[in-house]
């Protein structure tokens, strides 16, 4: 009965965050909206702040899990970063908690929360750099510095994420990235160098 509770209060609180933003969200309508009472909220989780870090400790979760299993789906090292890519958008776009802390700039909601997001970034990056060290091993990948590389692919993704997910529709975010992977697959330069090159 008591996780009942507690879930039924992490998700009104996730539906209001993401549709009011931390600010304007108060416990009293959070408590309104899951049927319990203000006291139950604090009992819980201690004061607003904390639910709504818990709302996006969840949110990363989730993301992360779903990241993982689209990868585990994929058995060439190539396919993995492609699904890696296409699920970060997918899951990124229904974590919406997440994404207002990057429209709304992290240093105005709560410094904690910029703990999450960057901890969420260096799990992602975790992932890119397990599947870059198969692909090295497997002799698919040629790199000299695996986790700067999976770094480096980590923030162009992350420095996509805002524009793609809220100003483009899932058709020119696939348009993209595969413009993107083919980038990071066959790079810039093509193979024929002139000797002005």
């Known amino acids: 009965m008591k996780e009942e509770k507690a879930e039924s209060i992490l998700n009104t609180a996730k539906k209001m965050f993401g549709r009011y933003g931390l600010q ?7 408590a309104r909206m899951a049927r319990v009472a203000k006291a139950t909220i604090y009992n819980y989780f201690g004061s607003k702040d904390r639910v709504y870090l818990e709302v996006l400790r969840r949110e ?3 993301i992360v899990e779903k990241i993982s299993f689209s990868v585990g789906q994929e058995v060439l090292p190539g396919d993995k970063v492609i699904a890696f890519a296409r699920a970060k958008f997918q899951y990124m776009r229904q974590a919406i908690n997440i994404l207002n ?3 709304d700039g992290i240093e105005k909601v709560l410094p904690k929360a910029e ?3 960057s ?5 992602e990056v975790d992932i890119i750099c397990s599947i870059l060290e198969e692909g090295v091993k497997k002799g698919v990948f040629y790199l000299n510095n695996v986790p700067l590389a999976a770094s480096a692919i980590g923030h162009a993704l992350r420095g996509f994420e805002l524009n793609w997910l809220v100003q483009e ?3 020119q975010i696939e348009y993209h990235l595969d413009e993107l ?3 990071i697959f066959y790079g810039l330069v093509s193979e024929k160098r002139s000797a002005n090159a």
Request: no cysteine.
């Open 24 to 30: 304007k969200t108060t416990l009293d309508e959070i």
């Open 60 to 62: 990363a979760n989730e």
């Open 101 to 103: 802390l990057d429209r």
């Open 115 to 117: 703990s999450i997001r």
């Open 119 to 123: 901890e969420l970034f260096e799990r």
């Open 169 to 171: 529709n899932e058709e």
């Open 181 to 183: 992977t083919n980038i």
